[in-house]
């Protein structure tokens, strides 16, 4: 149901009697709803929270009853029918300030509910405050058990935050608690350190990078540097070197990114138009290289915008 309250305060009091005979409530016990703004403070209370963020929720104590208790209950209670009990269904969002970042399962009619659920993320965001919001899942939307905060300045601090935090509810007569556990790194005391933190794979060694300056450095003076050491340094191209590779590859050939134009050359000749033309496409040496026992993959990026109605020229 959908109902709309317009008028002055008179107007507002009789439609709370009308509500409370004919429903059973009135509009001051519906729970508070989240405003999406609550956060907006000042800038100097904003902080970079960057590094690696642990999260253990482990369980809330004493939490509200919102089953049964207005229409919308009542009408999840016909659509999705209890066997036992009639209590919430809840479950904790993670946010920082209106971002959410994590959200345990939910547990079915409990108003103790144990989760002892761990997360591990990395964040790097600007906020303020660190938010947990339990909810009453619903068969239709959800409906807000309560809400607790800590300050992001605080988090970053103390490194290791366990509280039993007081829940904020616009339920009446309870007095709900949620028992958390935060453990955070600072990016800044991982400086110096290469390892890729829970990654498939571990570090490597005797890898070997290639920087360029451009995709394609063409052959001229304003391409020519003096390096370190006081030689001549000239520009490498990153496509020729490209398809040196691609040339020379006898086991395999993996490209992985956004997109590949098949028909694009990558060896060019700055001097001569018809010279570059001479040269194979792309698509061509990887059909020869394919021909030749060496196996090509091709990782492409997937989304909805990367289709030809979607692509920019060039």
């Not at 703004?37 to 960057?50: A, G, Q, S």
């Not at 761990?118 to 790097?124: I, K, L, Q, R």
């Not at 790194?185 to 110096?192: I, K």
Request: net charge neutral.
């Amino acid at each position: 149901y959908t109902i709309k309250f317009e008028g002055k305060n008179g107007d507002r009091r009789f439609c709370n009697k009308m509500m409370q005979a004919l429903f059973g409530y009135c509009l001051h016990c519906l729970p508070i709803p989240p405003r999406r703004n609550y956060t907006k403070v000042k800038e100097k209370d904003c902080v970079y929270f960057r590094g690696d963020l642990k999260v253990t929720v482990k369980g809330a104590s004493n939490l509200p009853n919102a089953d049964g208790r207005n229409i919308k209950a009542k009408f999840d209670n016909l659509m999705r029918p209890k066997k036992n009990k009639d209590l919430s269904d809840p479950y904790v969002n993670v946010c920082i300030d209106d971002i959410k970042i994590l959200q345990t399962k939910v547990i079915k009619d409990e108003l103790d509910p144990v989760w002892n659920e761990t997360f591990d993320t990395e964040v790097s965001h600007e906020g303020t405050k660190m938010f947990f919001w339990v909810w009453d899942d619903d068969v239709i939307g959800k409906e807000k058990l309560g809400h607790a905060s800590i300050n992001l300045k605080d988090i970053i601090h103390k490194k290791v935050i366990k509280q039993k935090l007081d829940l904020f509810t616009p339920f009446k007569n309870v007095k709900p608690t949620l028992d958390v556990e935060i453990e955070f790194e600072p990016v800044s005391e991982a400086v110096g350190e290469f390892e890729v933190t829970r990654s498939y794979f571990p570090l490597r060694h005797s890898g070997e990078v290639t920087l360029y300056q451009d995709a394609c450095c063409l052959p001229s003076p304003a391409h020519q540097h003096i390096s370190v050491n006081g030689s001549p340094f000239t520009a490498r191209s990153a496509w020729d070197d490209i398809a040196h590779s691609i040339e020379k590859a006898q086991k395999f050939i993996y490209f992985t990114g956004w997109s590949m134009t098949h028909d694009i050359r990558l060896r060019r000749d700055s001097l001569d138009s018809q010279k570059t033309k001479s040269y194979p496409i792309l698509g061509e040496i990887l059909k020869q290289k394919a021909n030749e026992g060496v196996n090509v993959l091709i990782l492409l990026w997937d989304e909805p915008f990367n289709n030809e109605e979607m692509t920019m020229a060039g």
